[in-house]
């Protein structure tokens, strides 16, 4: 099968402008080989063939002609040079051959092992861990979490710079109450563009500046604990920095626990295998 008859095939869709279905776009691509060798299938390389029914398996639906065809063409040069250099390969590189099977071998029981302990993990190991558990090994463990960035716990809004902003709610912003006043919810649904009142959650820094929406990233501005108000452009920025952790300190643990829990998982994974195995050898 030519690239030609393919390509022609293609203009010919093109010009019609007809929305063929994929099916029939293979059809049409199959008279190509039909036409020219009398084959019922698409490519043929190193001895091997690739049907049309492979080529259309491979192509997505709702397609247009003209991407069907030439996806079909990407499909079919693909597959032989794949045939044609894996033919190369196999005549060079003969004395080889029963090495790379012995690899190929052990690569496939690895992955059958490693996938059968992954569901029986699943299914038979106790994954649930204490809260103390926890705490216990992220004491003994703080080393292994550190910060790569700064990180705060802050309330916000940015507001419009005339918006009627006064000392009652910059003391509601300052305190970060769980429950904060009415005033100040009402005061942020109503003038803020964005606003941040009840996550005591920690934010990098420069995930907050996103948030706010600065125009430039000044960190030394937010390293600072307490109330932050600046006025930029239109809008006016308010902050209360509760707390802050610097880079290259130890992770806060309620963000290291799902490291802690990972942690604590992949060594009682290894004991359970131990102990598992020990059985196995014992019983064959």
Known sequence: ????????????????????????????????????????????????????????????????????????????????LRKLWLEKAESQLGSDLDSFEVVVQRYREDLLVLSYQSRLAQQEMDTAFTESELQAAYVRNKEQFQLGVDIVQVSYLAVPATAPWSSKLRNALSRGDQNPPENLVLFAKKWARQYRLVDTGWVELPDLAKQLGLPAYQPEALLRLGYKDWTSGST??????????????????????????????????KEYWKRLESEMLEKH
């Open 1 to 80: 099968m030519s690239l030609s008859c393919i390509l022609a095939q293609a203009t010919f869709l093109l010009r019609t402008g007809a929305l063929y279905p994929v099916f029939f776009v293979v059809v049409l691509l199959a008279g190509c080989a039909r036409n020219e060798n009398e084959s019922s299938y698409a490519a043929e390389a190193a001895g091997e063939v690739l049907t049309w029914a492979e080529v259309a398996s491979q192509l997505p639906e709702n397609l247009s002609p003209q991407d069907s065809a030439a996806l079909a063409t990407t499909i079919i040069n693909d597959w032989r």
């Open 236 to 269: 006016r920025y308010l902050l209360q920095i509760h707390a802050l952790k610097r880079a290259s300190t130890t992770v806060p643990f309620p963000l290291a626990r799902p490291w802690v829990k990972a942690l604590l998982l992949e060594r009682r994974k």
